[in-house]
């Protein structure tokens, strides 16, 4: 990051429009930090908030922390909020939301796509062997039934196709039309809405919402029993490894998308399983078989619920779009030593996007909801807004279904976590998971990110501390044994800038340092 952009600086006077009274403030904060501390304070404090520059809304923290050798107990270095620019050090929110912070949900983004790829083509820096290149992969797609006729997207050879078109026009029960001519184009507001708002089974679509974790759950157990007696058949015990992405259809519903990797099991000296590649007569075709049967198998009951049509729950099943796609054939060791390269990374980037949308897709963008907000998004003349109403209602306190005899302290009423994962229309599981074989894990990412940003510390320490250059280099060259030790005592100041001009600025920092990555990204890919 360099200084002030030209960008952030007051337009020249003599446009067509004056400057709104904000654009004025704005202009005068920008100018007043420019100003005030000159340039050698401009720089320290665009330095000072670097590492959450391009955060929306950053935490503000004061406190102080020490940096200790533990095999001497020595204080190597004391850093204290006070002696910083605005006595306040800026740590990033940390969402994976791009509606919210852009800048945080690329950095999950990007941990998301190195933890796919690495289950694709393996990852030496992360521990996972670079010979599941040669096993057989698929992408599964599974999505929710139908809870009602609703508005498409369709097209076909690129130009767009009627919405559900009827030649005989059927009126609903209710006497709208359950038919549409309408060419739906890409961003058109009424694609995923209901053709008709009373018809459409919202209680069932939130339910399904709030089981989709488990049913997947199901669903994997399923797949792996379905994929046993392949193995048996060609003389080897085979296992499945995945990593799952969600996302929200138009419609508001979650469906999935998983990368399913086909390994063998084997056995080492100790008697230790080990993941190899699957005899080469296993193609994906099988796989993809045997994935699909195991999800078109797969079905449950939920608890009773008052609301429900008959008072004994929801049936819960996948879709009739269960599609498996095979990512790549496998790769023979012959063609991997080639140098041939995994054409199917841009199916790790193709997913790992999702992982940082949420209710986006049905114009939904809010918190948790209280009893005191949930009226302001509880519209009924809007199908989010009936979604919501649905969540809240069905979780209501006094619908809730006994847990039984059985129960144990703190366990949660079937549908007691509705009203809190209202917001997100009754979906309360992650966006990203994995089976544990699959690759690396998140914690490992952000450890390697510690692990760099505490030796680039010493290393700025040790230019400020030439006495202690020897120590400081072996602590720096020795971060695996934990040398080094940093003891904080932080208290919460707030959230967000100090004022709209110091976040024009720290964004506007963060943008350029992130083309600059983006240009050396793409010289490094093309070299």
Partial sequence: MTSAPE???????????APSPRARRVEDEIERRLTDQGRDGWLEWERHVAPAAGCARPVRLRGHAQTVETRTGEVLDTYRSADAPDGLVYKPCGTRRASVCPSCARTYQYDAYHLLKAGLAGSRSAGVPEDVALRPVVLLTVTAPSFGPVHGLRVRNGAPMPCPARRDKPVCHHGRPAWCSRRHRPGDPTVGTPLCLDCYDHD???????????????????MRRAVAPLGRAHGVKLRIA???????????VVHFHALIRLDAVLEDVAGEPVLVAPPECITTTDLAGVL????????FGTAPHPDSPSGAGWWMSWGAQVDVKPVRDTLTAAQLADGRDVDDLDVASYLAKYATKATEAVGLLAHRLTPATVDAYADRATHAGRLIAAAWRLGRPSALASLGPDAEPGDVPPYGRLRKWTHMLGFGG???????????????R????????????LQ??????????????????????QTVLVIGEWAFAGNGWLSEGDRVLANASAARAREHADVIREEIRCA
């Fill in 7 to 17: 960008a952030t600086r007051p337009a020249p006077t003599g446009s067509a429009a």
């Fill in 204 to 222: 069932a679509h939130v339910v399904w919402n709030h089981h989709a974790s488990e049913l997947w759950r199901r669903t994997t157990i399923a």
């Fill in 242 to 252: 995945y990593g799952k992405v969600a996302e929200y259809q138009a419609r508001g």
């Fill in 292 to 299: 699909r049967s195991g999800c078109t198998s797969t079905s």
């Fill in 430 to 444: 992650h966006f990203l998971t994995k089976s544990q074989k699959y690759s690396t894990t998140f914690a490992e």
């Fill in 446 to 457: 952000r450890g390697k990110r510690a692990t760099w940003r505490r030796r680039h510390h």
């Fill in 460 to 481: 700025r320490l040790r230019d400020q501390r030439p006495d202690l250059a020897d120590v400081l280099d072996d602590l720096a060259s020795d971060q695996d044994e």
